[in-house]
């Protein structure tokens, strides 16, 4: 037995871009960041249970950095979230001093990071291109 699509979500549409005005880039980012947050809470209890530094120093951290992921989310759709997930991404790789095994996830998000910002923004330019060509078809 197959249910019928609610009304209010849009059909679906296979082979076609998405609608236009969600942002490739922004959701890239969305990813790496929402991840993040978890990378740190588990890397917290690792520092945590391996005694790698005092509770007292672990907790800030994690939560400053779970913060500074969850405000860059808030702020994503315009500059200040960019840089604050930026920053992120050096926070990450700074947190190897507690945690050696985040200097290696530390640059792995960092790289996707600048992958969700270059790339995604490729694919936003070229997905804006493909709909103004597909509408300029249109009128002629």
């Known amino acids: 037995m197959t249910t019928a699509p609610s009304s209010?979500?849009?059909?679906a549409?296979?082979?076609?871009?998405?609608?236009?005005?969600?942002?490739?880039r922004h959701l890239f980012a969305v990813a790496t960041l929402g991840t993040q947050v978890f990378v740190f809470g588990f890397a917290g209890l690792v520092a945590y249970g391996l005694r790698l530094a005092?509770?007292?120093v672990i907790w800030p951290v994690v939560g400053f950095a779970v913060a500074l992921c969850l405000a860059a989310l808030a702020l994503l759709r315009g500059l200040p979230g960019r840089i604050l997930g930026s920053l992120?991404?050096?926070?990450?790789?700074?947190?190897?001093l507690i945690i050696p095994m985040m200097w290696i996830l530390g640059t792995v998000f960092a790289?996707?990071?600048?992958?969700?910002?270059v790339l995604g923004a490729k694919i936003d330019r070229e997905k804006a291109a493909y709909a103004a060509a597909e509408a300029g078809g249109r009128t002629r």
């Open 88 to 96: 992120v991404q050096v926070v990450s790789i700074l947190a190897g």
């Open 111 to 117: 790289a996707l990071w600048i992958l969700a910002m």
């Open 54 to 56: 005092p509770p007292e």
């Open 8 to 11: 209010d979500s849009p059909p």
């Open 13 to 24: 549409r296979p082979g076609r871009p998405a609608p236009a005005g969600r942002s490739v």
